[in-house]
């Protein structure tokens, strides 16, 4: 697999947590997709489980960018920013996470690397 | 462990890489820990076979820099830039690394995420 279709899907799934809905991001996993956030958490498979995770960005304003990938073989690291805005709270992190993909540049394994220490709130 | 403890360990680790042997690069390591680099390659088991690994920078000039790193539980993400001065050729890059640590924080496993495409090289 290209490091360019890798770099696409991963640019898609930061588009569907600011823009899409739970339906959408979940829909970037493959079906029997795991998600580990924070890495050592258990872990959540399959879209049901995926899709309950995003439920709560639903009505938060929401903006990500990436900061910087790399890829190495069908893997990916990559570091990224998320805003996220509720009503009467503004969380801000820049987590590192780590994708696996299959042939179809869906995502088979999620984790995300960071610490509680790391969220900065804003009210 | 601590979140301190495991990014001392990083920063200790990049000294070396920078300014030690491969027996001290090697000595950061657990007696078993594992060394992929880059994701997707045979990973390589134990000191001997780790030493081997960075035996190549001996004679190099050398220049490592933290740029952002991310903890959670006993594992870390992170991401640096690496310079490598040879005799002719001069290499840098910028992978995101991610290790998971022993209770001592000597690194079980190293898994460094780059493409070739990444390396710049100048003469």
Redo the contacts between chains.
């Keep these: 697999m290209s490091?360019e279709k890798i770099t696409g899907a991963v640019v898609r799934y930061l588009d569907a947590v600011a823009n899409g809905t739970a339906d959408d991001i979940a829909a970037c996993y493959a079906p029997d997709g795991t998600l580990e956030d924070?890495?050592?958490s258990e872990p959540r498979r399959g879209h049901a489980a995926i899709r309950e995770f995003y439920a709560g960005l639903a009505g938060a304003r929401r903006r990500t960018e990436l900061?910087?990938i790399?890829?190495?073989?069908?893997?990916?690291?990559?570091?990224f920013h998320v805003r996220t805005e509720l009503a009467d709270q503004t969380f801000e992190v820049?987590?590192?996470d780590?994708m696996t993909f299959d042939e179809e540049q869906r995502i088979t394994s999620m984790r995300?690397?960071?610490?509680p220490?790391?969220m900065r709130v804003a009210r």
């Design positions: 490091t924070p890495v050592g900061l910087a790399r890829v190495a073989g069908d893997s990916a690291a990559f570091h820049e987590p590192i780590v995300a690397f960071w610490s220490g790391d």
